[in-house]
């Protein structure tokens, strides 16, 4: 990342899913990083989505650390143990809604306000969540998926609001909701993920290079990986 400090310092939350793996191999190949962490469910401290006191626990752990100057939230769920992607309303299910909302809305959420008072205040720094095309209202044609959709158009909801509060304290700070395309990964495999998706490297290095070049003016913002802004 040429945009920020050298000797730059990154968190990688989800580190262990596709995207966040290989970004966190990216920020390590980078001469200019100083340290790239990953934190998730067996990590130490452990950061789960579903336990959202793990979240804030890890911060106090981490503050000594900071501060960070790029946080990348790679976490998300589109279907698991609580059911599958709805196809129709009648699929839609309370649990299900639930858990959704929990890992793609609040537990990123909680990520940002938690972390970003470890962002630097008299440097530049990006705080980037992995959200998801589907998530456009606008741009929803084909309807399904509610709970995915709702949760990550929430969550795209809570980025441009943190930037709005954020820009008031970190005026150098850019925040991101960021589409990553369709890259092949355990959250797409059921959805022909591994032959129509993109390996998560090169998603990792579009997404790294659109982050390099949005100013804080852009903060706020919804973001395809080729740089393209996306409709609310
Ligand atoms: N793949 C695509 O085509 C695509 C398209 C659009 C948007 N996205 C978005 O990109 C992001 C990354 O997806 P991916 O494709 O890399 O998926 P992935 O390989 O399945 O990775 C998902 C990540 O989320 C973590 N996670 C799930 N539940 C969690 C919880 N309760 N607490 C903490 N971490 C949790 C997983 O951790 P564990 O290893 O512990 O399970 C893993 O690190 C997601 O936000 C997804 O919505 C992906």
Redesign the pocket.
């Known amino acids: 990342m040429q945009s920020l400090p050298s000797g730059y310092r990154a968190l990688v939350i989800?580190?262990?899913?596709?995207?966040?793996g290989a970004l966190l191999a990216s920020l390590r190949a980078d001469a200019r990083c100083a340290c790239a962490l990953s934190l998730?469910?067996?990590s130490t401290p452990a950061?789960?989505?579903?336990a959202p006191a793990s979240i804030a626990d890890a911060a106090q752990a981490l503050s000594g650390q900071g501060p960070w100057h790029l946080v990348v939230v790679?976490?998300?769920?589109?279907q698991g143990a609580t059911g599958n992607a709805e196809k129709r309303l009648g699929d839609i299910d309370a649990q299900h809604m639930a858990a959704s909302f929990a890992?793609?809305t609040i537990?990123p959420a909680l990520a940002l306000a938690h972390f970003a008072p470890q962002l630097p205040r008299d440097e530049r720094s990006v705080f980037a969540v992995?959200s998801?095309?589907v998530g456009s209202i606008g741009d929803n044609r084909l309807g399904g998926w509610y709970s995915y959709r709702a949760s990550k158009a929430a969550l795209n909801m809570v980025v441009k609001t943190a930037a709005i509060e954020l820009a008031r304290t970190h005026p150098r700070a850019v925040l991101a909701a960021m589409?990553?395309?369709?890259?092949d990964?355990?959250?797409?495999a059921p959805f022909r993920?591994a032959q129509i998706?993109r390996p998560?490297e090169a998603a990792a290095g579009d997404l790294l290079a659109v982050l390099d070049r949005l100013d804080p003016a852009d903060s706020g913002g919804f973001w395809a990986y080729d740089g393209e802004r996306l409709p609310w």
């Open positions: 989800g580190g262990s899913g596709a995207i966040g998730g469910r067996t950061v789960d989505f579903e790679a976490t998300g769920m589109l890992i793609n537990g992995l998801a095309k589409h990553p395309g369709t890259v990964s355990r959250l797409s993920g998706g998560a």
